[in-house]
């Protein structure tokens, strides 16, 4: 381009000595001179244009190598079998403090009864949701399985897909994980009282899930084995397998707008336990305000204290308010009426917590219910249980996109004397624990 300017500066040098010796007069000169300029310009401009198209070709030139690299990578990255791959999980440091074990415990996975364990979640995505999503999540730390979920789902068209493999229960509002995502996750440290003993945990098996007016209704479903864990007393190697308690479990939706759900749930179980589960939970989330509530109600053949069905009913409610954009204030309350032939719950029957055994340990697994006792720690009725009361007060404040600090202050209230002091001697009615905890997502 430089080049070029310089013929343009030498023709126009050797044509101004012809120009002047030709000029007849100051005016035919002016004129010519004029007319010299705008040639000038008009091949400048030509030039310009030339060099702009010449530097066009080397950029469009630049762009077609950096498409190729990246088609290339994407080319790769698909044959490597990372295309649609996402990992994310979370981790929860807690520190608690129980008033009758009068024991301070920092646990990074639990808080000791507090909270729940580290989080990693792998989700594969195939492009356009046209192939098969696969899911994995462990719980590092778990004493009873490292693995929470490992599902697949395979679409039939846009509405309806088949799942199967290990699928965690999803009745009711709270999720087993927390997460720094307020509705994804639990927002307070520990988990209600329904979610602790009122209902199953995992399915193993087949279904399908759909949706319906575009994304307002959905309904999933599944048969196959429900807590299989629980099926086989594996304290006692003694003890004969016994069948896997095979059955159905399903859940379906209405997303009434943006703010609002109603979600109905249930589950049966036959072969060995055989038990039935029904909830109806809702949420309400809109501004600074969140509201959920859950009532479940349930029975289990052979479950309760005295060896006879145990039968329950259940109510839990969660207020939020966020004073600041990052301060959130939240209160719950849980109520288990479990009065029915000593008590029994379909994950507490009065046996250290264990849902397949029977017997009078009632107070073990410090969670309140069994048999009433009196303050001596005598059972006033053997066919008369214990309810359960549990207030949560919390806070939790979002530090930055991805940690939380929360504290939480609970109360666990039973009807009779069946919490248990350190002390191995002093019945009480009551319990206290408070947390604190720090919670890094990813």
Not at 304 to 320: F, H, I, M, P
């Amino acid at each position: 381009m430089r080049f070029q300017r310089k013929i343009l500066v030498v023709a126009m040098a050797l044509a101004m000595p012809w120009m002047s010796a030709n000029a007849q007069s100051a005016a035919d000169l002016k004129k010519e001179i004029e007319t010299l300029k705008a040639q000038l310009q008009m091949l400048t401009q030509k030039v310009e244009a030339m060099g702009a198209q010449a530097g066009n070709v080397e950029l469009v030139q630049q762009v077609n190598r950096l498409e190729q690299k990246q088609e290339l990578a994407a080319d790769d990255q698909e044959k490597s079998g990372f295309k649609g791959l996402k990992v994310n999980g979370v981790i929860e440091a807690v520190f608690s403090h129980d008033d009758l074990a009068r024991s301070n415990n920092f646990n990074a996975t639990s808080g000791s009864g507090m909270g729940e364990f580290g989080m990693v979640q792998i989700t594969k995505e195939s492009q356009d949701g046209e192939g098969v999503d696969w899911t994995l999540r462990l719980l590092p730390g778990n004493t009873t399985s490292i693995v929470h979920e490992a599902s697949i789902s395979i679409p039939l068209n846009k509405e309806n897909r088949v799942i199967g493999g290990l699928i965690p229960d999803y009745q009711g509002y709270e999720f087993v994980f927390a997460n720094a995502n307020p509705i994804l996750g639990n927002q307070l440290i520990s988990h209600n009282a329904l979610f602790d003993v009122a209902g199953p945990t995992s399915y193993a098996g087949l279904g399908m899930s759909h949706t319906f007016a575009n994304g307002m209704y959905a309904l999933k479903w599944i048969v196959g084995n429900i807590d299989p864990g629980y099926d086989v007393d594996t304290s006692n190697p003694a003890v004969p397998p016994v069948p896997r308690t095979l059955g159905f479990a399903a859940r379906g939706d209405w997303f009434m707008n943006e703010f609002s759900y109603v979600g109905l749930s249930l589950a049966h179980g036959a072969e060995n336990r055989n038990f039935d589960v029904m909830a109806i939970d809702g949420g309400y989330t809109h501004g600074d305000w969140a509201f959920n509530g859950q009532l479940s109600s349930g029975t289990q053949r052979n479950a309760a204290a005295n060896g006879e069905d145990a039968a329950w009913t259940g109510l839990s409610g969660l207020v939020s308010y966020r004073v600041v954009p990052r301060l959130q204030l939240l209160a719950r309350a849980d109520y288990i009426s479990n009065q029915k032939n000593g008590g029994g719950t379909y994950a507490y029957n009065g046996a250290s917590g264990s849902a397949s055994l029977q017997g009078a340990d009632t107070y073990s697994s410090g969670l309140g219910l069994g048999p009433e006792l009196d303050s001596t720690g005598n059972v006033v009725d053997p066919n008369v249980g214990s309810n359960l009361t549990r207030i949560t007060l919390g806070t939790n404040y979002q530090i930055n996109a991805n940690t939380q600090w929360k504290t939480e202050y609970r109360i666990d209230q039973s009807s009779g004397y069946n919490f248990l002091d350190s002390d191995g001697v002093t019945y009480k009615k009551s319990k206290t624990a408070v947390a604190v905890s720090l919670l890094v997502s990813f």
